[in-house]
């Protein structure tokens, strides 16, 4: 059996329409135009001939791309550690860049290859935030990450207007 039950709506939807414009007159049924979408400003990346922007500002929010430890030669540290502080040292880079800071960061995905060194990566992380401005977080585990990282970081950050 054919389900009339839509064409019923959008015909009495039309007809609750053209009762409105009657009583309340045609200026009452106006078209209402979208706000124009926020223009997108592509932060270059400093990693040589990378397929991604190192940051995307829209509107009032900058995406940052995931970072890694890598240091400005290229390669990784051997140890959590030292790639879990160059992590944030990239990301701290990418905001400079963009006039932001980390206070600016309101939330971070956190990406480690072994979920064990998440206590490892807390007590590093937290030195970078003020303890009463900890943005919003989540921690996956990754069976393999970008270049062989033990970790990986992306975050989002308000971004204030272009002065």
């Known amino acids: 059996?054919?389900?009339?039950?839509?064409?019923r709506r959008s015909r009495c939807l039309g007809a609750a329409l053209v009762c409105t414009?009657?009583?309340?007159?045609?200026?009452?049924?106006?078209t209402v135009t979208a706000p124009a979408a926020p223009s997108a400003e592509y932060l270059k990346s400093n990693i040589p001939h990378?397929?991604?922007s190192a940051a995307v500002r829209v509107g009032d929010v900058l995406y940052l791309s995931g970072q890694i430890g890598t240091l400005a030669d290229g390669t990784l540290p051997a140890a959590f550690d030292e790639q879990a502080r160059q992590t944030m040292s990239n990301i701290g880079?990418?905001?400079?860049?963009?006039?932001?800071?980390?206070?600016d960061v309101?939330?971070?995905?956190?990406?480690?290859?072994?979920?064990?060194?998440w206590e490892d990566f807390n007590k590093i992380y937290v030195t970078y935030f003020k303890a009463d401005r900890l943005p919003a977080r989540s921690a996956?585990?990754?069976?393999?990450?970008?270049?062989?990282?033990l970790l990986e970081v992306e975050c989002l950050a308000r971004a204030r207007p272009p002065a």
Do not use: H, W, Y
């Open 21 to 30: 414009a009657v009583l309340v007159g045609p200026e009452a049924c106006k």
């Open 50 to 52: 990378a397929p991604f």
């Open 106 to 117: 309101f939330k971070c995905t956190v990406m480690l290859s072994d979920m064990s060194r």
């Open 93 to 103: 880079a990418v905001l400079q860049q963009a006039g932001l800071g980390f206070d």
């Open 1 to 7: 059996m054919m389900n009339l039950l839509p064409f």
């Open 140 to 149: 996956i585990g990754a069976s393999g990450l970008a270049r062989g990282a």
